[in-house]
C-alpha cells in the first residue's frame, strides 16, 4: 500500500479544534434530527447512530480507522463497552484520546495506535466491527484497506464507513484539479483523495463485503459545518492568537465544501456485512 505522511492540519495542539468543534470533539458529519438540535446533539445522535448500524454491543471489539481526538472510540467504550482499538497517523490526537480516557475510567478499553493503518499488522478476525468515519479521503489505497478490513473482521461483523465523496465520476474529473480541490486536499486532507461512492462500493464488494446499507446524510454535513463555521468567527481572536491567519484558513475550507454539496459532492453513509 502507498502510505502518505502524517498531515499537520490533524496534529495540531487540541485547542484549535476545541475553539470550533463540539464538546466530543468530532471533526465529521453530525445527525441533526430537528431544527432545534446544537452540534453538541447533533454529534451525539450521530455516535449513536454509528453504533446501531455496527450492531454493537457490550463486550464487542472496534476498530477505530482515523480515530481522530477520539469521539467514536472514547464514546463506544463509555456508553456501550467496547473494547477499541483506535489508529490516527497524528501523535497528538492519540495523547489527547489516551488522556482523555484515563480521565475517563476507561483506559483499560481503549488503546490506540500512532500509525497508518497501512502499516499495522492486525490480528485476523479479531474484531466484531470497523470504523472509517470521515478517514477513508485520507487513505490512498482504498481496494487494499478493504481488504484488510475483510482480514481483521470476524464473520457477521460490520464495516461502518461515512465519507464525503465526488457526486460521480465525471465530477471528479471535472473538478478535483481545480485550485480550490487542490487547496482542501493539500492542507487539509494531507494526500488521499474523494472518491464517488460507487468507487467506495467497489472496493468493498471486490474485498468481499455484502452492502447493508447507505444513507445520504449531505444536509446533516452542511448544517454541521455552518455551526463550525459560526464558531470559527465566534473565536477567531484566540484562533488567530494560536496561528496568524488560521480563522481564514478554516472559514475558505469550509466555504469550499458548502458550496459543493449536492453539485460536485455528496456525504454518505456506507455500512457493509461479512457474511462469509
Not at 244 to 258: D, H, M, Q, S, V
Request: glycine share 8%; aromatic share 10%.
Amino acid at each position: 500500500m502507498t502510505v502518505i505522511d502524517t498531515n499537520q492540519h490533524y496534529d495540531q495542539d487540541p485547542a484549535v479544534f476545541e475553539l470550533f468543534l463540539d464538546a466530543r470533539m468530532k471533526y465529521t458529519c453530525g445527525l441533526y434530527k430537528s431544527p432545534e438540535d446544537t452540534l453538541d446533539i447533533a454529534q451525539e445522535n450521530k455516535l449513536h447512530y454509528i453504533a446501531g448500524k455496527l450492531n454493537m454491543k457490550p463486550g464487542g471489539r472496534l476498530l477505530d480507522i482515523g480515530s481522530g481526538w477520539g469521539s467514536l472510540s472514547l464514546f463506544m467504550a463509555s456508553e456501550y463497552g467496547s473494547e477499541v482499538v483506535g489508529v490516527s497517523p497524528a501523535p497528538k490526537q492519540c495523547d489527547y484520546v489516551a488522556r482523555r480516557a484515563r480521565e475517563m475510567g476507561i483506559a483499560d478499553r481503549v488503546s490506540l495506535r500512532v500509525s497508518h493503518i497501512e502499516n499495522l499488522d492486525l490480528e485476523p478476525r479479531g474484531f466484531d466491527a470497523i470504523s472509517m468515519v470521515g478517514s477513508s479521503a485520507h487513505l490512498t489505497d482504498i481496494d487494499a484497506v478493504f481488504a484488510a478490513c475483510w482480514s481483521a473482521l470476524r464473520r457477521g461483523g460490520r464495516v461502518y464507513l461515512s465519507d464525503s465523496c465526488y457526486r460521480n465520476p465525471a465530477k471528479q474529473a471535472e473538478f478535483a484539479e481545480r485550485d480550490s480541490a487542490l487547496f482542501v486536499k493539500d492542507a487539509v486532507f494531507g494526500g488521499g483523495d474523494m472518491r464517488p461512492l460507487a468507487t467506495l462500493v467497489r472496493a468493498a464488494e471486490g474485498a468481499g463485503f455484502s452492502i447493508v446499507g447507505v444513507d445520504d446524510l449531505t444536509d446533516d454535513y452542511r448544517r454541521t459545518i455552518e455551526d463550525w463555521m459560526a464558531n470559527v468567527e465566534r473565536n477567531a481572536d484566540a484562533l488567530d492568537a494560536i496561528e496568524t491567519g488560521l480563522p481564514a484558513k478554516l472559514l475558505r475550507y469550509f466555504e469550499i465544501a458548502n458550496a459543493g454539496w449536492g453539485f460536485t459532492t455528496k456525504h454518505y453513509a456506507l455500512v457493509c456485512g461479512k457474511y462469509r
